[in-house]
């Protein structure tokens, strides 16, 4: 019995790294007295995984996971009872029991971010999205990242162009260009956000200030071609 | 408050940011107006500090109290340092991002030597002066406890008041009173002078030192009419009725004990004579098994750790250690939370429950013998025999275990060549138990590591008069060890024998070390406890530079008369007792377990005569 559940991770909790998050969650089952099922062995561990781990560093409005349980409890109730014991941080959105039986991390297929940062020289709005635009007209963009290759690691260059979604240039709030990008994420192709700032960053007349880049995931989402949606209503 | 758009900034950087954001569950975020703030800081990184029970037991006795508030901060490790640094961010709070220097209080806790140039960084990194007359009214008190107090002196420069004994006895009794001293806007002299009537309390710059011409110390002066001419350690009475939390801060990455501990007891009556911990937490006293499970039972609830240690000087020696475990078992095993020892008996007893509690992997076992020979081993009163080893060994071997892990200590006192050659022979002896055994009962991938440390002699324990090995000594008898042996399966390492002699001076030290302190600091030295950053040649240089003579403390055999910079501190154990010992160690004599019989160490109702598991 699969439970899909939607949570938030905000604030200085973007600090915390994946495994510090299954950590939290499996405390929180326990706290929170929530009947999750166990892996059997010499090591029990509750069962339940996290789709499209986010990257240290970066906020979300919406992730995802599916908690395998060894018994039903109302979605409520379990929102409820974790809510009082995760921190006010992180906390769980949405639960419901799918009839789609295919985990969560197989479905996810695109991930929307909302990126922020500083110019190193004053740059008004127009100027920034005629420097983008031009980026992403290229027809190629080239990043190089380093890829496991049997047990050797290599650099291995790659087209992030047909990653990219759509990105949007949002407007300037204070000294930050605010930008929305779409970002291919899964089995079908990942762009993790940071290479994606880097390769942006190679359009040098933007000057960006990288120190000053906030990165917010504002939700995944599952479908492919033209329709994509949310995976929870 | 810091500039939180700078922090932000940085923390992007850092390799664990984690250690800096605070807001775990269970951490205690307060309104500042209006209290007294204690800031409480463990000189070494988040993943070291957070693992210190004593910590957690302060933090959440003082929350408790609504009119005090307790923070936390830790060292930065160096990237996060240097970006601070960098970007102009003073030390700050992990609960409320405060900078630390506008608290009321901040305490250190003092759990080794090593961590000395830590407390004089984070002084720094806090916008604090770092000497004790060079601060004002508007800085913090910088109060300091721990086991590194009952030698204060090697800090006296730096630390306004030390807390001599355990703090959970006295710190509401010192925030009480602090509370009225600023309602009544009293000053820092006059808190300072006012609190030297409570029992435990030691403020050095109320006494002046004398020395004699051979540098030893002629007397220790109180200045003033209220400081005491000796202090008394402050110790709970009675463990059930102490202060223990029931709920404990949950971090957010792993640490170092990264579970629930349960303190069984304080105290141990096995009388090691080179433990310090085993005379100055005398005498025993024990938690009730009922206490336990109870404590027990919230301490899970409330963080939904997975594992219980059961943690205590000598663990094995719980008088109701069975009955403790067997309940807690029955109580947890279906919450799947495990238990776990993390010190061992050489005894089947000891086994017998490790096996019972460990179901799980069985992976690696540690026994410490500490010394090669039988003759040695009664020489420290270490009261195990080979046979011992052999039982327990072969008995791990039956149940599954296949590595073995033997601490020793290099350098103990009388140690002669043929006792340093008995530390392989001991490794030896190990691989031929496990070989002995038919070849189809032999389970797991064999290897025995001996782990020498090199010994520091340490004030309040028989050893106090004796001279420790010199480096080139201890480099000798190690390569000594590892030149003899000839196997893959058994590894022999060693630690860093000039990182011990700088252990050495400051644990015996007196207060000229402070100049030498500060010098060592201000040329960079810091985590000196972490072998990748302790600069030795720093070190000699700030010795050199301050005039200090790093032999005197280290290499000197004092005279059975000799004042030490401790002795104005009581501790209970009486200096006659522990020098009785000294002269039993010698004739290589051995002391029981003082449950057998009372050895009169001075100590007062001690209740735990006659009481054993």
Partial sequence: MILRVKFNKKNYLKYIGHLDLLRLFQRSFSRAAIPVKFSEGFNPHPRFSIASPLSLGIESEEEYMDIEMAERIEAEEFI????????????????????????????????????????????????????????????????????????????????????????????????????????KVGEGGNLR?????????????????????????????????????RPVK | MIDKRKLDRILKKVEKPARYIGMEINSVNKDLEDKVKFAFCFPDIYDVGMSHMGLHILYNLINEEDDFLCERVFSPWTDMEELMRQEDIPLFTLESKEEVRNFDFLGFTLQYEMSFTNILNILDLARIPLLSRDRGEEDPIIIAGGPCAYNPEPIADFIDVFVIGEGEEIVLELLNKYKEHKANKGDKESFLREILSIKGIYIPKFYKVEYKEDGTIKEMIPLIEEA??????????????????????????????????????????????????????????????????DLAEDLVKSTGYENISLSSLSTCDYSQLQLLVSSLMDRFSEDNVGLSLPSLRLDSFSLDILKEIEKVRKSGLTFAPEAGSQRLRDVINKGVTEEDLITAVSYAFKEGWSRIKLYFMLGLPTETDEDVLGIRDLAYLVKDLFFKRPKEERRGNFSVTASASCFVPKPFTPFQWVKQDTIEEFKRKAHLVKDSIRDKRINFN??????????????????????????AWEKGCKFDGWSEHFKYDLWLEAFEEAGIDGSFYAHRERDKDEIFPWDFIDIGVSKKFLYREYERALAGETTDDCRIDCKGCGIRDCAMRGVFN
């Fill in chain 1, 80 to 183: 409820r009872r974790m809510n009082q014991v995760l921190p006010k941080d992180i906390q769980i959105l949405e639960a419901v029991y799918p009839e789609d039986k295919r985990s969560i991390s197989s479905l996810i297929t695109w991930a929307l971010y909302e990126i922020r940062f500083a110019t190193k020289v004053d740059m008004d709005l127009d100027e920034a999205k005629r420097i983008i635009n031009s980026w992403l007209e290229r027809e190629e963009i080239i990043i190089s990242r380093l890829r496991k290759k049997g047990r050797k690691r290599v650099m291995k260059e790659e087209n992030i162009r047909p990653l990219i979604g759509h990105l949007d240039v949002k407007g300037k709030e204070g000294d930050e260009i605010v930008l929305q990008a779409l970002m």
């Fill in chain 1, 193 to 229: 956000p940071f290479d994606f700032i880097n390769a942006l960053n190679e359009a040098e007349e933007l000057q960006m200030d990288l120190d000053s880049v906030l990165i917010k995931r504002q939700s995944l989402y599952i479908g492919d071609g033209e329709e994509i949606y």
């Fill in chain 2, 228 to 293: 005491p001419k000796r202090i008394e350690k402050r110790m709970v009475r009675n463990l059930d009725e102490m202060y223990s939390p029931r709920k404990v801060i949950v971090p957010y990455i792993e640490t170092v004990h990264d579970r629930i501990m349960l303190e069984l007891f304080r105290g141990c009556t096995r009388g090691c004579r080179f433990c310090q911990a085993g005379m100055i937490y005398r005498p025993i006293r024990e938690k009730s098994p009922a206490r336990l499970l």
């Fill in chain 2, 494 to 519: 060693y630690h860093d024998p000039e990182l011990s002699y700088v252990e050495a001076v400051f644990a015996r030290g007196d207060r000229r070390l402070g100049k030498a302190l500060l010098k």
